[in-house]
């Protein structure tokens, strides 16, 4: 197992494993990098969608998708490119956040890459709290806010006011490395609890921007083969679109997380 940084606010890209065999030694060391750096990338992979899943399924139990999934493997959805205009994932957000308790973890398979371009950007929400000046991190300390789909429900066609819905804090403690990460994404926190949306317009904006200044970003580069896994509980992620009509086929799953604290 050969590693190396992606980049150098976070992320490792993992060589020399083939997922299908290893042991559990070798699951537990992985996850001591992903812990450590938050993205990981494993090349060169071939994988069945029942074998994507049982590596999924060395890190906790799948979760479902509540609008998308494929009809023989209900746990996997399937992104397909569909055009710039129809891209939902083209805004920084950390996974299913309306959930009560959050995917920890989602993992991409890519069977079908672009030439250039296509790329997925992360953003070290660690960074993003420890860069925070103490006044507003004062502030912050005990607020949570609301996260809902109601957005993400009308873009499939199901109904806003049965989207899921959930309270988290603002500053997340990470249940595996201890470290306290920034919990807020653009595309599902609507306000602070006990706070109107037009009070928390202000504070939010200024934390949305300031979740993904460039230094605490990095950037993958997707090949056919390639299996990357992120840490929803401390990186926000965005779906570049800017490789056109050029074919992306990717398999994604996400495994269940805690509670958020």
Same mark, same amino acid.
């Given at each position: 197992?050969?590693?190396?940084?992606?980049?150098? *606010?976070?992320?490792?890209? =993992?060589?020399?494993?083939?997922?299908?065999?290893?042991?559990?030694?070798?699951?537990?060391?992985?996850?001591?990098?992903?812990?450590?750096?938050?993205?990981?990338?494993?090349?060169?992979?071939?994988?069945?969608?029942?074998?994507?899943?049982?590596? @999924? +399924?060395?890190?906790?139990?799948?979760?479902?998708?509540?609008?998308?999934?494929?009809?023989?493997?209900?746990? %996997?959805?399937?992104?397909?490119?569909? @055009?710039? +205009? +129809?891209?939902?994932?083209?805004?920084?957000?950390?996974?299913?956040?309306?959930?009560?308790?959050?995917?920890?973890?989602?993992?991409?398979?890519?069977?079908?890459? *672009?030439?250039?371009?296509?790329?997925?950007?992360?953003?070290?929400?660690?960074?993003?709290?420890?860069?925070?000046?103490?006044?507003?991190?004062?502030?912050?300390? @005990?607020?949570?806010?609301?996260?809902?789909?109601?957005?993400?429900?009308? %873009?499939?066609?199901?109904? #806003?006011?049965?989207? #899921?819905?959930?309270?988290?804090?603002?500053?997340?403690?990470?249940?595996?490395?201890?470290?306290?990460?920034?919990? =807020?994404?653009?595309?599902?926190?609507?306000?602070?609890?006990?706070?109107?949306?037009?009070?928390?317009?202000?504070?939010?904006?200024?934390?949305?921007?300031?979740?993904?200044?460039?230094?605490?970003?990095?950037?993958?580069?997707?090949?056919?083969?390639?299996?990357?896994?992120?840490?929803?509980?401390?990186?926000?992620?965005?779906?570049?679109?800017?490789?056109?009509?050029?074919?992306?086929?990717?398999?994604?799953?996400?495994?269940?997380? *805690?509670?958020?604290?």
């Amino acid at each position: 197992m050969n590693v190396t940084r992606l980049s150098a *606010p976070l992320g490792a890209v =993992v060589e020399g494993l083939d997922v299908r065999t290893i042991s559990d030694a070798t699951w537990q060391a992985l996850n001591e990098l992903f812990c450590e750096h938050h993205v990981l990338v494993l090349p060169g992979q071939s994988l069945t969608p029942a074998e994507h899943m049982a590596f @999924g +399924r060395r890190w906790g139990e799948l979760v479902r998708h509540p609008y998308a999934g494929l009809e023989d493997h209900p746990e %996997i959805i399937e992104l397909k490119n569909p @055009g710039k +205009r +129809r891209d939902v994932n083209q805004h920084w957000h950390s996974d299913m956040t309306y959930n009560e308790c959050p995917p920890k973890l989602t993992m991409l398979y890519a069977l079908e890459a *672009p030439t250039l371009g296509g790329d997925t950007a992360f953003a070290n929400q660690h960074l993003a709290w420890a860069e925070l000046s103490d006044g507003i991190r004062a502030t912050l300390d @005990g607020l949570a806010a609301v996260h809902s789909a109601e957005g993400l429900a009308g %873009i499939y066609g199901a109904n #806003p006011k049965e989207a #899921p819905r959930a309270e988290h804090p603002v500053g997340r403690t990470h249940d595996e490395n201890g470290r306290r990460a920034l919990y =807020v994404c653009r595309a599902f926190t609507q306000r602070f609890v006990g706070w109107s949306r037009e009070e928390s317009r202000g504070l939010l904006e200024y934390l949305f921007q300031h979740s993904v200044r460039p230094e605490f970003q990095a950037r993958h580069h997707w090949r056919a083969g390639d299996l990357a896994l992120w840490d929803n509980r401390s990186v926000l992620h965005f779906a570049v679109h800017d490789h056109g009509d050029e074919p992306r086929l990717i398999h994604r799953i996400q495994v269940a997380g *805690p509670r958020p604290s």
